[in-house]
């Protein structure tokens, strides 16, 4: 049963057929499991899953047909949203059509999971659940067999959360500030033009703590969570900018510009920080890692904190 495992929900919010990084899986024929390879070992996780909004929206997204059918004639489709590509990188877990005869047919089987946040699993599964041998238990994994399996899963596609948090951070702004670049910019202003929500103040320490893991982290450090703050504000900070570098529409650069208003006020803070200015002047995703790498392992949670607003009610996107 273990040999199913794949990580479920670390910072989870939305790969070929899940979401992020959807061209990079597609090029690299990986593919995605579904959320039952990942709940013989993560059962908590799936489970809180199961309480999230990311979970609930596969039944309940039905109830907006009204502004579903807006958003859809403003990108000129007749399909339906389960079934448009430009809506279903984002909102559906995608899993080929066992009973399809032709090409791989996708077909919608969850809102986001697993894999909308980590990477389609087909390519680091083996990798995962490997902890030195087929009889070495995860608590009997040594430390450099652990660095080296994390660094294998890296390369074979998995976005680990746990590492600089940033990577994970990247899947969820674009999708929630509308701004996947893997998704024609003129068609994502068209779908703002025609009502499709963006959170400016979108981030994913407050989203993640309301919306998917439907708890408090109270065995998280408040330097760690400053962390995860920060590592949310970079991305978004970064696709703030790509996206209003490519588009002249005004409702959807305007979305954008305070997307990465709210996003420079914090990076803004980290007095002291080099790398922060760095990214500032000169966004990119190398440069954000930098800053991560240059937060790691310290509290800043005292400069962060003022941008740090009370959990969400039920109003975000």
Not at 146 to 162: E, F, H, P, V, Y
Not at 281 to 308: C, H
């Amino acid at each position: 049963m273990r040999h199913s495992c794949v990580a479920c929900l670390g910072l989870a919010v939305s790969l070929i057929t899940t979401g992020a990084a959807a061209g990079a899986d597609v090029a690299q024929n990986r593919t995605v499991l579904g959320v039952k390879a990942c709940s013989d070992c993560h059962k908590n996780e799936c489970e809180n899953w199961e309480k999230s909004e990311h979970f609930k929206s596969f039944r309940n997204i039905g109830q907006r047909r009204a502004a579903i059918k807006g958003i859809l004639d403003a990108v000129g489709v007749k399909t339906t949203i389960k079934t448009t590509r430009e809506c279903t990188v984002c909102h559906f877990t995608m899993e080929a059509d066992p009973s399809s005869t032709a090409a791989p047919a996708m077909v919608a089987k969850a809102g986001p999971s697993c894999e909308s946040c980590h990477g389609a699993a087909s390519g680091w599964l083996p990798i995962h659940y490997d902890y030195g041998g087929k009889d070495v238990k995860k608590d009997a994994e040594t430390a450099e067999h652990r660095s080296k399996r994390i660094a294998d899963c890296l390369a074979a596609g998995m976005i680990w959360s746990t590492q600089l948090h940033f990577e994970t951070a990247v899947n969820c702004v674009r999708c929630h500030g509308m701004s996947r670049p893997d998704v024609d910019a003129g068609k994502l202003a068209r779908m703002v033009t025609g009502g499709h929500p963006v959170n400016a103040e979108f981030e994913i320490l407050r989203y993640y703590q309301d919306r998917i893991a439907t708890k408090e982290w109270s065995e998280r450090s408040p330097a760690d969570l400053a962390s995860i703050f920060i590592a949310g504000q970079a991305a978004k900070w970064i696709s703030a900018k790509e996206a209003i570098a490519k588009s002249e529409d005004a409702k959807y650069k305007e979305a954008q510009v305070k997307r990465a208003a709210n996003a420079e006020a914090v990076l803004s803070a980290l007095k002291g920080i080099p790398e922060a200015d760095t990214l500032l002047s000169t966004p990119s995703e190398d440069n954000a890692r930098k800053l991560m790498e240059a937060v790691k392992g310290k509290d800043f949670y005292s400069q962060v904190s003022p941008f740090i607003k009370p959990r969400l009610s039920s109003t975000a996107h």
